[in-house]
């Protein structure tokens, strides 16, 4: 879908057609410039969405509002977690939530602000392309064209990347026969410590953890380990100066953050003799 040239236009028009009130999008639009043209991650669209969310808080003062800035990630992805450039991308994006605290802080003295991330980071010291012994083994099929990327033929079993785990899916999953089958080879790949995978789960496993619904079996990398999708050339190959996620949920680098933002000074009490006298009311009806 993001490969279509009309992806930004469609996504634009979407978001134009979602916006309530009805022309919002169009009228922030003449005022404050072009909205992101398709999904674009970087920190000049954390930028423009942004200036955006103030223009909504300065014009319509909402009580909650919520904001995805994604710049972080790219870059984290891009040059691996704590580099420069992340570090750089880090110090824009605290100047924006400094930006927004304020706006809200103006509508409301008391507003409190929670950034919340969806998952920690691990540097990347290899990338593990799984595909390579699916077609191997025969579960993949593919066709070579000089002219044109390779196509995928025909499946009975192929990896579903998803970062540090790649889940198992069997194109009929009462196929006892390729079932078995793909538990030798992860078991033959998961017994090379070369190949970077820390545990393979059974179907079983994998519902008890609510996770990939319909997956035969999961490939749980080892941190620094990533599932790759390259289907020629080695199967585990060295990388340097990226980041990615997706690995176990009780590695300490995939702990996510919550921070929470009150104002730093309470605002003052009503007047001393008020609550003095407030007391005294109480304590005199009790009585
Ligand atoms: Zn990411």
Redo the contacts with the bound molecule.
């Keep these: 879908m993001k490969d279509c040239p009309w992806y930004g236009v469609l996504l634009i028009v979407f978001l134009a057609a979602l916006s309530r009130p009805a022309g919002l999008l169009e009228e922030m639009q003449s005022r404050l410039g072009p909205y992101l043209m398709g999904n674009d991650t970087g920190v000049a669209a954390d930028e423009i969405k942004t200036r955006f969310a103030l223009d909504i808080l300065g014009r319509h003062r909402p009580r909650f509002m919520t904001l995805h800035l994604s710049a972080l ?2 870059a ?2 891009e040059h691996g977690p704590f580099s420069a450039e992340a570090n750089e991308v880090l110090e824009a994006t605290d100047g924006m939530l400094s930006r927004l605290i304020a706006a809200a802080r103006a509508n409301d003295p008391k507003a409190i602000a929670v950034v919340v991330s969806d ?1 920690g ?1 691990s540097s990347l010291t290899h990338r593990v392309n799984l595909l390579i012994p699916f077609i191997q083994a025969g579960l993949i099929t593919m066709v070579h064209d000089a002219d044109s990327p390779p196509q995928v033929t025909g499946w009975t079993a192929e990896p579903w990347l998803a ?1 540090g785990m790649a889940a198992i899916m069997l194109r009929d999953p009462g196929d006892k026969a390729t079932e078995n089958k793909v538990r030798d080879l992860l078991q033959r790949l998961q017994a090379d410590p070369n190949n970077g995978i820390a545990a393979v789960l059974d179907a079983e496993a994998v519902r008890q953890r609510a996770a990939f619904p319909g997956a035969s079996f999961l490939v749980v990398m080892r941190p620094g380990y990533h599932a790759a999708n390259a289907t020629g050339g080695d199967m585990v190959a060295d990388v340097t100066g990226h980041g ?3 690995f176990a949920p009780d590695e300490p680098d995939m702990h996510a953050s919550l921070v929470y933002v009150r104002p730093r000074h309470r605002p003052a009490p009503g007047p001393r003799g008020d609550r003095h006298a407030a007391n005294c009311t109480h304590r005199r009806g009790a009585a």
Excluded: L
Aim: hydrophobic share 10%; net charge negative.
């Design positions: 990630d790219d984290e992805h998952h980071f970062g990615g996620h997706g």
